[in-house]
């Protein structure tokens, strides 16, 4: 009788071993997506930061430009 409730435990517990190795390499599996995923996004991060210093800086001399065109029609309707 003891003898088949070690067998049964060892049985038992083998079980719960590989059904925790299963558990185990699925999770690393997560975790080397989880891991690529975050690279790629911090790649998107930083183009569109950089995209978007370029569209600001862009703007930035348009505007003066711009306000450099204004001044100069002031000037011109001033000297009139």
């Known amino acids: 009788m003891l003898i088949l409730i070690f067998s049964a435990t060892v049985t038992n517990l ?37 995209d978007k210093e370029s569209l600001l800086d862009q703007h930035h001399r348009q505007m003066q430009v711009r306000l450099s065109s204004v001044n100069q029609s002031e000037l011109v309707i001033v000297s009139i």
């Open 14 to 50: 083998q079980q719960k071993l590989e059904g925790l190795q299963t558990a185990n390499t699925l999770m690393k599996e997560d975790i080397r997506i989880a891991k690529s995923n975050i690279v790629q996004l911090q790649q998107e991060n930083l183009n569109l930061r950089r």
